[in-house]
């Protein structure tokens, strides 16, 4: 059976015009996954599943652009949807969860089942098998890599280039890959066009969706840098498309 990821939500940093933040709903048959919870995406997330669906949530890192929205997704889960008292399964890091509580001002629990990860940490949700890698970032970053039934998509999160997606290991259908910035910035940890191309090719990945594009940046342009070091398929990412292993 396949997995797909859509995509709820890809600006960079911030977001522009009916745009969003960081945010992915990946899903198998029977599992729905929301990755990074940032701005806009929980609007999102309800257009693709009922949130009385929604088996779990992974945050790949404390900025703010990728996990703002749960304080808010609290409102309904807890309060709109009547969940059942068992928590949604949970998992970020330390400085996320950290953060969460004290911008809300209250634990995770009940309406989440919190664990905090590193890059070690192996976790099933459902029917999805998701690892963990620890990227080039200023604080801890967590790319994530989904498994099911023989398919596999990566997710970058934020990362500099001192970090190779082949540290998630092979066999990756789509890859998810972020393309921040127009040109190498030094001291600035996030990736090119150029970059996030040879990223993907010398992890040797399926398929690369170019993310986390920062708002004005001309989607085409990069695809087009990317396409000088990726020899597959690229796209970049939009709100509401949908990406089939
Ligand atoms: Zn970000
Ligand atoms: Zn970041």
């Not at 304080?71 to 009547?82: D, T």
């Not at 690369?208 to 990726?230: K, M, N, W, Y």
């Amino acid at each position: 059976m396949t997995l797909s990821v859509t995509i709820l939500g890809c600006s960079g940093t911030y977001a522009g015009p009916g745009g969003a933040c960081s945010g992915y709903l990946v899903q198998s048959p029977s599992t729905n996954l929301w990755i990074d919870c940032g701005a806009g995406t929980f609007a999102n997330l309800q257009r693709h599943i009922d949130l009385a669906d929604l088996h779990g949530i992974v945050c790949s890192h404390s900025h703010p652009d990728h996990w703002l929205e749960l304080p808010v997704a609290v409102n309904a889960l807890r309060y709109g949807v009547g969940r059942p008292n068992a928590g949604i399964p949970l998992v970020w890091t330390a400085a996320t969860a950290e953060l969460f509580g004290a911008v809300s001002g209250r634990p995770p629990e009940p309406t989440f089942a919190s664990r905090v990860v590193d890059e070690t940490a192996r976790v099933t949700i459902g029917d999805i098998d998701v690892s963990f890698s620890r990227t080039d970032h200023p604080v801890e970053t967590l790319a994530v890599r989904a498994d099911h039934d023989g398919h596999a998509i990566a997710y970058t999160a934020d990362t500099g280039n001192d970090w190779s997606l082949s540290s998630l290991g092979s066999g990756i259908d789509i890859a998810l890959v972020e393309a921040t910035l127009d040109d190498p910035t030094p001291g600035i940890q996030h990736l090119t066009g150029s970059q996030a191309g040879s990223q993907a090719q010398q992890a040797g990945v399926a398929t690369l969706v170019l993310t986390h594009l920062a708002p004005g940046s001309d989607p085409e342009a990069r695809s087009a840098e990317a396409a000088t070091a990726f020899d597959g398929p690229i796209a970049v990412a939009e709100i509401d498309r949908t990406y089939t292993t």
